[in-house]
């Protein structure tokens, strides 16, 4: 793991300075950046295939995220061809259509409600499927809750590996859950278009919260 790194365009207070002890374990602020600060949601792409070499990268970076008891929920269709743009795109909002279909890959992020079934190999310590049996309304919470943090981690792994990301909500979940999960236990997160993002089209980043908006100590 990289070392800590002090950018002199992020200013320090003895508040954020770590103790050496801590510095170690602490990623870079280059690599920070890449992962937050600098990172922006794109909804324009540069004309660059992304190499499958690093969605598989990505996705074994992102399954290694925690999730509850191990369940892993999420399943992925990465969508490249035309043919399969071509199914995806009567679902989507027509605000979103430019850019999906401009991007080179788009993830269709799902969460697989039939995960209790994977529990004896994923889990193997105890019986967790019988936890699942016969309440959907648990499943379903899992799922869809797991599957979601799933996903973020996808998005920081994508970001990892040099990819730009925009995740979208904006298109009928049933439609894409028709087109590429029928017959299966997977419904649609959410979408995420991949590849390499044209900072020209970009606007400027909109404002965050302040700490004190977002968390307090108890």
């Given at each position: 793991?990289?070392?800590?790194?002090?950018?002199?365009?992020?200013?320090?207070?003895?508040?954020?300075?770590?103790?050496?002890?801590?510095?170690?374990?602490?990623?870079?602020?280059?690599?920070?950046?890449?992962?937050?600060?600098?990172?922006?949601?794109?909804?324009?792409?540069?004309?660059?295939?992304?190499?499958?070499?690093?969605?598989?990268?990505?996705?074994?970076?992102?399954?290694m995220g925690p999730t509850s008891a191990n369940t892993?929920?999420?399943?992925?269709?990465?969508?490249?061809?035309?043919?399969?743009?071509?199914?995806?795109?009567?679902?989507?909002?027509?605000?979103?259509?430019?850019?999906?279909?401009?991007?080179?890959?788009?993830?269709?992020?799902?969460?697989?409600?039939?995960?209790?079934?994977?529990?004896?190999?994923?889990?193997?310590?105890?019986?967790?499927?019988?936890?699942?049996?016969?309440?959907?309304?648990?499943?379903?919470?899992?799922?869809?809750?797991?599957?979601?943090?799933?996903?973020?981690?996808?998005?920081?792994?994508?970001?990892?590996?040099?990819?730009?990301?925009?995740?979208?909500?904006?298109?009928?979940?049933?439609?894409?859950?028709?087109?590429?999960?029928?017959?299966?236990?997977?419904?649609?997160?959410?979408?995420?278009?991949?590849?390499?993002?044209?900072?020209r089209k970009l606007f400027p980043r909109n404002p965050?919260?302040?700490?004190?908006?977002?968390?307090?100590?108890?």
């Amino acid at each position: 793991m990289s070392t800590l790194c002090i950018n002199p365009q992020h200013k320090m207070t003895s508040d954020t300075l770590l103790s050496p002890a801590d510095a170690h374990r602490t990623i870079d602020e280059e690599a920070l950046d890449q992962l937050f600060r600098a990172a922006r949601t794109h909804k324009g792409w540069l004309d660059r295939p992304v190499p499958e070499a690093l969605l598989r990268q990505a996705v074994d970076l992102a399954k290694m995220g925690p999730t509850s008891a191990n369940t892993l929920p999420m399943r992925i269709v990465f969508v490249k061809s035309a043919e399969a743009k071509a199914r995806l795109k009567p679902a989507l909002a027509p605000g979103n259509i430019e850019q999906t279909m401009t991007a080179p890959v788009t993830a269709i992020v799902g969460y697989d409600l039939g995960f209790p079934d994977l529990l004896p190999k994923l889990f193997p310590h105890v019986d967790a499927r019988t936890w699942f049996a016969g309440n959907d309304a648990l499943i379903a919470d899992t799922a869809y809750r797991n599957g979601s943090l799933q996903g973020a981690y996808l998005i920081l792994a994508l970001r990892a590996v040099g990819l730009d990301v925009g995740p979208m909500s904006g298109f009928d979940p049933a439609q894409v859950d028709a087109a590429f999960f029928a017959g299966t236990q997977v419904r649609t997160n959410f979408l995420l278009n991949i590849g390499y993002g044209d900072a020209r089209k970009l606007f400027p980043r909109n404002p965050r919260l302040a700490f004190e908006e977002i968390a307090r100590f108890a």
